[in-house]
Protein backbone atom coordinates (compact mmCIF):
# COMPACT_ATOMS: atom_id res chain seq x y z
CA UNK A 1 0.00 0.00 0.00
CA UNK A 2 1.70 3.33 -0.61
CA UNK A 3 1.12 6.50 1.38
CA UNK A 4 -1.22 7.51 -1.81
CA UNK A 5 -3.28 5.20 -1.71
CA UNK A 6 -3.71 5.92 2.58
CA UNK A 7 -4.67 9.24 1.25
CA UNK A 8 -7.54 8.32 -1.13
CA UNK A 9 -8.66 5.67 1.47
CA UNK A 10 -9.12 8.71 4.19
CA UNK A 11 -10.97 10.66 1.43
CA UNK A 12 -13.05 7.49 1.22
CA UNK A 13 -13.53 7.14 5.06
CA UNK A 14 -14.84 11.06 5.10
CA UNK A 15 -17.17 10.67 2.37
CA UNK A 16 -18.27 7.49 3.51
CA UNK A 17 -18.76 9.21 7.04
CA UNK A 18 -20.93 11.96 6.15
CA UNK A 19 -22.92 10.03 4.19
CA UNK A 20 -23.58 8.21 7.26
CA UNK A 21 -23.78 11.75 9.43
CA UNK A 22 -26.50 13.09 6.64
CA UNK A 23 -29.45 11.20 7.96
CA UNK A 24 -28.60 11.52 11.37
CA UNK A 25 -30.02 14.96 10.17
CA UNK A 26 -32.73 14.22 7.14
CA UNK A 27 -34.07 10.74 8.58
CA UNK A 28 -32.96 11.16 11.98
CA UNK A 29 -35.95 8.34 13.06
CA UNK A 30 -34.44 5.71 10.99
CA UNK A 31 -30.92 6.10 12.66
CA UNK A 32 -33.03 6.56 16.58
CA UNK A 33 -34.73 2.85 15.33
CA UNK A 34 -31.66 1.12 14.66
CA UNK A 35 -30.27 2.16 17.70
CA UNK A 36 -33.23 1.34 19.88
CA UNK A 37 -33.20 -2.34 18.22
CA UNK A 38 -29.62 -2.98 19.00
CA UNK A 39 -29.59 -4.18 22.36
CA UNK A 40 -32.52 -6.69 21.76
CA UNK A 41 -29.99 -8.84 18.41
CA UNK A 42 -26.97 -9.48 21.24
CA UNK A 43 -28.84 -12.29 22.94
CA UNK A 44 -29.47 -13.92 19.10
CA UNK A 45 -25.77 -13.30 18.94
CA UNK A 46 -25.51 -16.18 21.46
CA UNK A 47 -25.95 -19.69 19.11
CA UNK A 48 -22.82 -17.74 16.84
CA UNK A 49 -20.73 -16.62 20.12
CA UNK A 50 -18.65 -20.29 20.13
CA UNK A 51 -17.54 -19.52 16.67
CA UNK A 52 -16.67 -16.40 17.64
CA UNK A 53 -14.67 -17.85 20.48
CA UNK A 54 -12.87 -20.39 18.41
CA UNK A 55 -12.19 -17.24 16.51
CA UNK A 56 -10.23 -14.87 18.57
CA UNK A 57 -6.70 -16.45 17.27
CA UNK A 58 -7.30 -15.62 14.02
CA UNK A 59 -9.48 -12.03 15.09
CA UNK A 60 -5.98 -11.28 16.91
CA UNK A 61 -3.65 -11.53 14.07
CA UNK A 62 -5.59 -10.12 11.46
CA UNK A 63 -5.75 -7.15 13.48
CA UNK A 64 -1.62 -7.54 13.94
CA UNK A 65 -1.52 -7.72 10.36
CA UNK A 66 -3.83 -4.87 9.84
CA UNK A 67 -1.88 -2.17 12.24
CA UNK A 68 1.54 -3.61 10.77
CA UNK A 69 -0.08 -2.73 6.96
CA UNK A 70 -1.21 0.89 8.24
CA UNK A 71 1.93 1.85 10.15
CA UNK A 72 3.85 0.71 6.29
CA UNK A 73 1.53 2.89 4.56
CA UNK A 74 2.33 5.89 6.68
CA UNK A 75 6.31 5.22 6.08
CA UNK A 76 7.17 2.23 7.92
CA UNK A 77 8.64 -1.32 6.97
CA UNK A 78 6.70 -3.81 5.20
CA UNK A 79 6.93 -6.93 2.70
CA UNK A 80 4.14 -5.00 0.86
CA UNK A 81 5.03 -2.51 -0.16
CA UNK B 1 -51.69 13.49 1.33
CA UNK B 2 -51.61 10.38 4.30
CA UNK B 3 -51.16 6.95 2.55
CA UNK B 4 -51.94 5.32 5.85
CA UNK B 5 -55.38 3.54 4.97
CA UNK B 6 -53.72 2.72 1.53
CA UNK B 7 -51.03 0.91 3.49
CA UNK B 8 -52.84 -1.29 5.87
CA UNK B 9 -55.63 -2.13 2.76
CA UNK B 10 -52.20 -3.61 0.69
CA UNK B 11 -50.74 -5.24 3.61
CA UNK B 12 -54.28 -6.90 4.74
CA UNK B 13 -54.57 -8.35 0.85
CA UNK B 14 -50.60 -9.67 1.02
CA UNK B 15 -51.14 -10.75 4.79
CA UNK B 16 -54.43 -12.84 3.43
CA UNK B 17 -52.72 -14.53 0.60
CA UNK B 18 -50.13 -15.63 2.94
CA UNK B 19 -52.59 -16.86 5.40
CA UNK B 20 -54.60 -18.56 2.62
CA UNK B 21 -57.49 -16.50 2.56
CA UNK B 22 -59.27 -14.97 -0.23
CA UNK B 23 -58.21 -10.94 -0.62
CA UNK B 24 -60.59 -8.74 -2.38
CA UNK B 25 -58.41 -8.77 -5.38
CA UNK B 26 -55.41 -10.69 -6.55
CA UNK B 27 -52.26 -8.37 -4.64
CA UNK B 28 -49.34 -7.64 -7.59
CA UNK B 29 -45.56 -7.22 -6.10
CA UNK B 30 -42.80 -5.58 -7.39
CA UNK B 31 -39.10 -6.66 -7.41
CA UNK B 32 -38.30 -3.48 -9.19
CA UNK B 33 -34.00 -4.12 -8.74
CA UNK B 34 -32.75 -2.49 -12.05
CA UNK B 35 -35.90 -1.51 -13.96
CA UNK B 36 -35.85 1.31 -11.17
CA UNK B 37 -33.05 2.62 -12.57
CA UNK B 38 -34.08 2.62 -16.07
CA UNK B 39 -37.48 3.61 -15.19
CA UNK B 40 -36.46 6.39 -13.57
CA UNK B 41 -34.29 7.55 -16.11
CA UNK B 42 -30.68 7.23 -14.32
CA UNK B 43 -27.77 4.92 -14.55
CA UNK B 44 -27.11 1.51 -13.43
CA UNK B 45 -24.01 2.87 -11.45
CA UNK B 46 -26.37 5.41 -10.33
CA UNK B 47 -28.74 3.27 -8.36
CA UNK B 48 -25.77 1.50 -7.04
CA UNK B 49 -23.58 4.60 -5.92
CA UNK B 50 -25.81 8.07 -6.07
CA UNK B 51 -27.77 7.10 -2.41
CA UNK B 52 -29.98 10.46 -3.19
CA UNK B 53 -31.03 9.84 -7.13
CA UNK B 54 -31.49 5.43 -5.69
CA UNK B 55 -34.08 6.75 -3.05
CA UNK B 56 -35.61 9.50 -5.36
CA UNK B 57 -36.07 6.78 -7.95
CA UNK B 58 -37.33 4.34 -5.97
CA UNK B 59 -40.15 6.77 -4.79
CA UNK B 60 -40.61 7.41 -8.06
CA UNK B 61 -41.83 4.11 -9.12
CA UNK B 62 -43.94 3.37 -5.81
CA UNK B 63 -45.84 6.95 -6.69
CA UNK B 64 -46.33 5.90 -10.76
CA UNK B 65 -47.19 2.31 -10.62
CA UNK B 66 -49.31 1.78 -7.69
CA UNK B 67 -48.19 -1.65 -6.69
CA UNK B 68 -49.16 -3.44 -3.42
CA UNK B 69 -46.07 -4.19 -2.03
CA UNK B 70 -42.51 -4.27 -3.06
CA UNK B 71 -39.96 -7.40 -2.60
CA UNK B 72 -36.61 -6.05 -3.55
CA UNK B 73 -33.55 -7.88 -2.11
CA UNK B 74 -31.14 -4.71 -0.66
CA UNK B 75 -28.50 -5.05 -3.92
CA UNK B 76 -28.52 -1.54 -4.83
CA UNK B 77 -26.25 1.36 -3.28
CA UNK B 78 -23.88 -1.27 -2.69
CA UNK B 79 -21.10 0.56 -4.82
CA UNK B 80 -19.70 2.83 -1.98
CA UNK B 81 -19.31 -0.67 0.22
CA UNK B 82 -17.89 -2.85 -2.76
CA UNK B 83 -15.72 -0.28 -3.59
CA UNK B 84 -14.30 -0.30 0.15
CA UNK B 85 -13.89 -4.00 0.13
CA UNK B 86 -12.29 -4.12 -3.38
CA UNK B 87 -14.16 -7.39 -4.01
CA UNK B 88 -13.34 -9.03 -6.95
CA UNK B 89 -16.82 -11.30 -6.56
CA UNK B 90 -19.05 -8.87 -8.59
CA UNK B 91 -18.45 -7.10 -12.13
CA UNK B 92 -19.99 -3.36 -11.46
CA UNK B 93 -21.85 -1.65 -14.04
CA UNK B 94 -20.09 2.08 -14.91
CA UNK B 95 -16.89 0.34 -13.74
CA UNK B 96 -16.41 -2.84 -15.26
CA UNK B 97 -19.45 -2.81 -17.59
CA UNK B 98 -21.47 -0.50 -19.59
CA UNK B 99 -23.03 2.02 -17.04
CA UNK B 100 -26.66 0.69 -17.99
CA UNK B 101 -26.11 -3.41 -17.19
CA UNK B 102 -26.89 -5.18 -14.26
CA UNK B 103 -23.63 -6.35 -12.32
CA UNK B 104 -22.13 -10.04 -13.06
CA UNK B 105 -21.21 -12.32 -10.93
CA UNK B 106 -17.76 -13.68 -11.44
CA UNK B 107 -17.95 -17.54 -10.69
CA UNK B 108 -14.12 -18.94 -9.12
CA UNK B 109 -13.35 -21.67 -7.16
CA UNK B 110 -11.75 -19.92 -3.81
CA UNK B 111 -11.88 -22.71 -1.66
CA UNK B 112 -9.67 -26.08 -2.08
CA UNK B 113 -11.41 -29.40 -1.27
CA UNK B 114 -9.06 -30.04 1.66
CA UNK B 115 -10.27 -26.81 3.46
CA UNK B 116 -13.82 -28.00 4.38
CA UNK B 117 -12.26 -29.38 7.53
CA UNK B 118 -10.69 -26.08 8.84
CA UNK B 119 -13.82 -24.07 7.65
CA UNK B 120 -16.20 -26.73 9.94
CA UNK B 121 -13.74 -26.46 12.80
CA UNK B 122 -13.85 -22.71 13.04
CA UNK B 123 -15.61 -20.97 10.08
CA UNK B 124 -15.17 -17.11 11.63
CA UNK B 125 -11.26 -17.72 11.26
CA UNK B 126 -12.04 -19.30 8.07
CA UNK B 127 -13.58 -16.00 6.54
CA UNK B 128 -10.97 -13.96 8.43
CA UNK B 129 -7.58 -16.51 7.18
CA UNK B 130 -9.25 -16.15 3.73
CA UNK B 131 -10.48 -12.59 3.06
CA UNK B 132 -7.49 -11.32 0.68
CA UNK B 133 -9.26 -14.35 -1.48
CA UNK B 134 -12.41 -11.85 -2.49
CA UNK B 135 -10.05 -8.67 -2.06
CA UNK B 136 -7.64 -6.58 -4.41
CA UNK B 137 -6.29 -4.67 -1.18
CA UNK B 138 -4.00 -5.59 1.54
CA UNK B 139 -5.94 -5.22 4.67
CA UNK B 140 -4.92 -2.47 7.12
CA UNK B 141 -6.35 -0.37 10.14
CA UNK B 142 -7.77 2.12 7.04
CA UNK B 143 -9.01 -0.41 4.53
CA UNK B 144 -11.04 -2.20 6.96
CA UNK B 145 -12.64 1.53 8.47
CA UNK B 146 -13.57 2.22 5.01
CA UNK B 147 -14.76 -1.36 4.32
CA UNK B 148 -17.12 -0.64 7.93
CA UNK B 149 -17.99 2.43 6.94
CA UNK B 150 -19.29 1.64 3.98
CA UNK B 151 -21.35 -1.34 4.61
CA UNK B 152 -22.99 0.64 7.62
CA UNK B 153 -23.71 3.83 4.89
CA UNK B 154 -25.15 1.27 2.60
CA UNK B 155 -27.61 -0.21 5.65
CA UNK B 156 -29.06 3.03 6.75
CA UNK B 157 -29.39 4.33 3.05
CA UNK B 158 -31.76 0.83 2.32
CA UNK B 159 -33.76 1.91 5.54
CA UNK B 160 -34.19 5.48 4.73
CA UNK B 161 -35.48 3.73 0.85
CA UNK B 162 -37.71 1.48 2.69
CA UNK B 163 -39.04 4.44 4.71
CA UNK B 164 -39.68 6.64 1.69
CA UNK B 165 -41.62 3.69 -0.08
CA UNK B 166 -43.63 2.78 2.52
CA UNK B 167 -44.74 6.79 3.66
CA UNK B 168 -45.88 6.49 0.13
CA UNK B 169 -48.17 3.21 0.69
CA UNK B 170 -46.33 1.01 -0.77
CA UNK B 171 -45.55 -1.91 2.58
CA UNK B 172 -41.60 -3.18 2.02
CA UNK B 173 -42.68 -6.84 2.06
CA UNK B 174 -38.80 -8.04 3.14
CA UNK B 175 -36.46 -5.91 4.26
CA UNK B 176 -34.18 -8.61 5.20
CA UNK B 177 -32.78 -11.01 3.02
CA UNK B 178 -30.16 -14.09 2.99
CA UNK B 179 -28.82 -16.43 0.95
CA UNK B 180 -29.75 -20.07 0.81
CA UNK B 181 -26.68 -21.71 2.84
CA UNK B 182 -26.80 -24.21 -0.06
CA UNK B 183 -25.82 -21.13 -2.08
CA UNK B 184 -22.93 -20.06 0.21
CA UNK B 185 -20.86 -23.31 -0.28
CA UNK B 186 -20.45 -22.85 -4.04
CA UNK B 187 -20.35 -19.01 -4.14
CA UNK B 188 -19.42 -15.67 -1.89
CA UNK B 189 -21.56 -12.67 -2.57
CA UNK B 190 -20.54 -9.22 -1.14
CA UNK B 191 -21.64 -8.77 2.53
CA UNK B 192 -22.81 -12.38 2.48
CA UNK B 193 -19.66 -15.02 3.67
CA UNK B 194 -19.88 -18.54 1.64
CA UNK B 195 -17.20 -20.98 0.91
CA UNK B 196 -16.97 -20.13 -3.24
CA UNK B 197 -16.74 -23.83 -3.64
CA UNK B 198 -17.85 -22.80 -7.54
CA UNK B 199 -20.40 -24.67 -8.83
CA UNK B 200 -18.39 -27.47 -10.55
CA UNK B 201 -16.15 -28.17 -7.80
CA UNK B 202 -19.32 -28.69 -5.39
CA UNK B 203 -20.61 -30.67 -7.48
CA UNK B 204 -17.21 -32.88 -7.76
CA UNK B 205 -17.93 -32.61 -3.90
CA UNK B 206 -21.54 -34.56 -3.75
CA UNK B 207 -20.33 -37.36 -5.28
CA UNK B 208 -16.45 -37.29 -3.55
CA UNK B 209 -16.67 -35.94 -0.32
CA UNK B 210 -20.30 -35.80 0.60
CA UNK B 211 -20.15 -35.88 4.24
CA UNK B 212 -18.09 -33.04 3.88
CA UNK B 213 -20.64 -30.86 2.09
CA UNK B 214 -23.32 -32.40 4.51
CA UNK B 215 -21.04 -30.97 7.64
CA UNK B 216 -20.15 -27.37 5.81
CA UNK B 217 -23.93 -27.42 4.95
CA UNK B 218 -25.19 -27.17 8.96
CA UNK B 219 -22.41 -25.17 9.92
CA UNK B 220 -22.96 -22.33 7.38
CA UNK B 221 -27.07 -23.40 7.65
CA UNK B 222 -26.73 -22.03 11.74
CA UNK B 223 -24.96 -18.98 10.63
CA UNK B 224 -27.39 -18.12 8.69
CA UNK B 225 -30.53 -18.91 10.73
CA UNK B 226 -28.02 -16.63 13.77
CA UNK B 227 -27.89 -13.65 11.52
CA UNK B 228 -31.24 -13.69 9.81
CA UNK B 229 -32.55 -13.34 13.50
CA UNK B 230 -30.38 -10.89 13.73
CA UNK B 231 -31.70 -8.54 10.40
CA UNK B 232 -35.12 -9.33 11.39
CA UNK B 233 -34.38 -8.11 15.39
CA UNK B 234 -32.36 -4.79 13.86
CA UNK B 235 -35.41 -4.25 11.10
CA UNK B 236 -38.33 -4.57 13.02
CA UNK B 237 -39.91 -6.11 10.02
CA UNK B 238 -41.06 -9.90 10.27
CA UNK B 239 -40.45 -11.43 6.87
CA UNK B 240 -37.31 -12.88 5.57
CA UNK B 241 -36.04 -13.26 1.35
CA UNK B 242 -33.97 -16.15 0.83
CA UNK B 243 -32.79 -16.27 -2.32
CA UNK B 244 -32.23 -19.79 -3.65
CA UNK B 245 -30.03 -20.50 -6.71
CA UNK B 246 -29.08 -23.70 -6.92
CA UNK B 247 -31.27 -25.91 -4.99
CA UNK B 248 -34.05 -26.57 -8.12
CA UNK B 249 -34.58 -29.78 -10.35
CA UNK B 250 -31.95 -27.89 -12.79
CA UNK B 251 -29.29 -28.64 -10.26
CA UNK B 252 -30.55 -31.57 -7.88
CA UNK B 253 -31.99 -34.79 -8.67
CA UNK B 254 -34.88 -35.41 -5.94
CA UNK B 255 -32.57 -38.22 -4.52
CA UNK B 256 -29.75 -35.58 -3.85
CA UNK B 257 -32.33 -33.03 -2.54
CA UNK B 258 -33.54 -35.26 -0.31
CA UNK B 259 -29.85 -36.37 1.20
CA UNK B 260 -27.80 -32.90 0.64
CA UNK B 261 -29.84 -30.30 0.83
CA UNK B 262 -33.50 -30.30 2.76
CA UNK B 263 -31.85 -31.39 6.29
CA UNK B 264 -30.18 -28.19 5.63
CA UNK B 265 -33.08 -25.98 4.94
CA UNK B 266 -35.93 -27.80 6.88
CA UNK B 267 -33.71 -26.74 9.45
CA UNK B 268 -33.42 -23.21 8.38
CA UNK B 269 -36.95 -22.49 7.95
CA UNK B 270 -38.84 -24.46 10.83
CA UNK B 271 -36.00 -21.99 12.95
CA UNK B 272 -37.59 -18.82 11.11
CA UNK B 273 -41.14 -20.11 11.03
CA UNK B 274 -40.91 -21.13 15.33
CA UNK B 275 -39.35 -17.12 15.79
CA UNK B 276 -42.74 -15.95 13.80
CA UNK B 277 -40.88 -15.38 11.32
CA UNK B 278 -42.55 -15.76 7.38
CA UNK B 279 -39.28 -16.99 4.73
CA UNK B 280 -40.18 -15.40 1.01
CA UNK B 281 -37.89 -18.14 -0.57
CA UNK B 282 -37.19 -16.73 -4.05
CA UNK B 283 -36.98 -20.35 -5.92
CA UNK B 284 -35.05 -19.53 -8.91
CA UNK B 285 -34.79 -21.73 -11.94
CA UNK B 286 -36.96 -24.95 -11.76
CA UNK B 287 -37.95 -26.43 -8.80
CA UNK B 288 -40.98 -28.76 -9.77
CA UNK B 289 -39.53 -32.26 -8.74
CA UNK B 290 -38.21 -30.74 -5.47
CA UNK B 291 -41.57 -28.59 -4.27
CA UNK B 292 -42.90 -31.44 -2.46
CA UNK B 293 -40.28 -31.49 0.23
CA UNK B 294 -42.16 -28.22 1.18
CA UNK B 295 -45.17 -30.19 2.19
CA UNK B 296 -43.50 -30.82 5.06
CA UNK B 297 -43.18 -27.06 6.35
CA UNK B 298 -46.29 -26.65 8.31
CA UNK B 299 -49.17 -24.58 6.93
CA UNK B 300 -49.49 -20.98 5.71
CA UNK B 301 -46.25 -19.67 7.01
CA UNK B 302 -43.80 -18.87 3.94
CA UNK B 303 -44.28 -17.23 0.30
CA UNK B 304 -43.36 -19.43 -1.87
CA UNK B 305 -41.87 -17.17 -4.98
CA UNK B 306 -40.90 -19.42 -8.06
CA UNK B 307 -39.14 -18.31 -11.54
CA UNK B 308 -39.35 -21.22 -14.07
CA UNK B 309 -41.37 -23.62 -12.22
CA UNK B 310 -44.36 -24.59 -13.96
CA UNK B 311 -47.01 -22.94 -11.94
CA UNK B 312 -50.05 -25.06 -12.74
CA UNK B 313 -47.92 -28.01 -11.25
CA UNK B 314 -46.97 -26.14 -8.27
CA UNK B 315 -50.19 -24.77 -7.76
CA UNK B 316 -50.97 -28.72 -7.77
CA UNK B 317 -47.99 -29.76 -5.42
CA UNK B 318 -48.29 -27.01 -2.98
CA UNK B 319 -50.40 -24.88 -3.39
CA UNK B 320 -53.13 -25.78 -0.62
CA UNK B 321 -50.27 -25.70 2.17
CA UNK B 322 -48.57 -22.04 1.00
CA UNK B 323 -48.78 -19.01 -0.56
CA UNK B 324 -47.31 -18.64 -4.05
CA UNK B 325 -45.94 -16.34 -5.78
CA UNK B 326 -44.72 -15.13 -9.16
CA UNK B 327 -44.94 -17.01 -12.55
CA UNK B 328 -44.64 -14.31 -15.08
CA UNK B 329 -41.35 -14.56 -16.89
CA UNK B 330 -39.09 -11.61 -16.70
CA UNK B 331 -38.30 -12.41 -20.87
CA UNK B 332 -41.85 -11.86 -21.43
CA UNK B 333 -41.59 -8.02 -19.79
CA UNK B 334 -38.78 -6.95 -21.88
CA UNK B 335 -39.53 -8.85 -25.22
CA UNK B 336 -43.10 -9.27 -24.94
CA UNK B 337 -46.16 -7.07 -25.89
CA UNK B 338 -48.89 -5.87 -23.14
CA UNK B 339 -51.30 -8.03 -24.84
CA UNK B 340 -49.44 -11.22 -24.30
CA UNK B 341 -48.51 -10.34 -20.80
CA UNK B 342 -52.13 -9.45 -20.24
CA UNK B 343 -53.31 -13.25 -21.49
CA UNK B 344 -50.05 -14.75 -19.71
CA UNK B 345 -51.52 -13.03 -15.91
CA UNK B 346 -55.03 -13.97 -16.40
CA UNK B 347 -54.24 -17.73 -17.21
CA UNK B 348 -51.98 -17.75 -14.21
CA UNK B 349 -54.57 -16.32 -12.11
CA UNK B 350 -56.87 -18.76 -13.64
CA UNK B 351 -55.05 -21.16 -12.51
CA UNK B 352 -53.35 -20.11 -8.99
CA UNK B 353 -55.74 -17.68 -7.82
CA UNK B 354 -58.79 -19.24 -6.94
CA UNK B 355 -59.48 -18.86 -3.08
CA UNK B 356 -56.63 -16.71 -2.33
CA UNK B 357 -53.30 -17.26 -1.68
CA UNK B 358 -51.54 -16.03 -4.78
CA UNK B 359 -49.54 -13.13 -5.23
CA UNK B 360 -49.04 -12.10 -8.85
CA UNK B 361 -45.52 -10.56 -9.88
CA UNK B 362 -42.17 -11.38 -12.02
CA UNK B 363 -41.08 -14.18 -11.59
CA UNK B 364 -37.29 -12.82 -11.43
CA UNK B 365 -35.69 -9.64 -10.55
CA UNK B 366 -37.26 -7.10 -13.30
CA UNK B 367 -34.60 -6.44 -15.61
CA UNK B 368 -33.81 -3.07 -16.73
CA UNK B 369 -35.05 -3.50 -20.42
CA UNK B 370 -38.54 -4.23 -19.10
CA UNK B 371 -41.29 -2.15 -20.78
CA UNK B 372 -42.96 0.05 -18.78
CA UNK B 373 -46.37 -1.13 -20.70
CA UNK B 374 -45.57 -4.70 -19.56
CA UNK B 375 -45.51 -4.06 -16.07
CA UNK B 376 -48.58 -1.75 -16.44
CA UNK B 377 -50.19 -4.64 -18.02
CA UNK B 378 -49.27 -6.65 -15.00
CA UNK B 379 -50.58 -4.15 -12.65
CA UNK B 380 -53.67 -3.84 -14.54
CA UNK B 381 -54.60 -7.22 -14.82
CA UNK B 382 -54.29 -8.27 -11.10
CA UNK B 383 -56.73 -4.87 -10.39
CA UNK B 384 -59.33 -5.75 -13.24
CA UNK B 385 -59.60 -9.54 -13.89
CA UNK B 386 -57.74 -10.42 -10.68
CA UNK B 387 -60.75 -9.09 -8.14
CA UNK B 388 -62.60 -11.92 -5.99
CA UNK B 389 -65.69 -9.41 -4.54
Keep these: MSEKSSIYDLLDIIRGSLDIVEPLITDTDVVINLLKRMPSTLPLMIPILPMVIKAVPNILQFMIHAVKESSSAFGGNSHNI | ?92 PGRDLPPDFTYQFVERELMKPEEYDTFIRNPIGYWIDTLPRISQTPLSLLSG ?36 PWDMLSLTWPGMLGLSRSLTGLTTDMYRRPEKVIAAHDVLTDFYLALAKIEVALTGNKALYIICLRGGTTFLSPKQFERLYWPGMKKLLMGLIKEDITPLLLLEADWGLNLPFF ?95
Excluded at chain 2, 63 to 91: E, I, R, S, V
Excluded at chain 2, 335 to 351: A, H, L, R
Excluded at chain 2, 366 to 372: E, L, M, Q
Aim: charged letters at 25%.
Design chain 2, 295 to 389: RELPKAKCIIDLDMTDMAKAEEIIGDRQCLMDGIPVSLLSVGTPKQVEEYCKNIIDICGEGGGYILAPGCLTPPDAKVENIRAMINVAKTYGRYR
Design chain 2, 1 to 92: MDYTNIYNERLARIRDCINLKEPDRVPVVAKTDFFTASYAGISSYDLLYDKKKMIAAYEKIAKDLNFDGLAQPPFLHMGPMMDAMDQTLLKI
Design chain 2, 145 to 180: TKTLIGMMGWYIGWMQTVKRVEALGVPYITQNTIFD
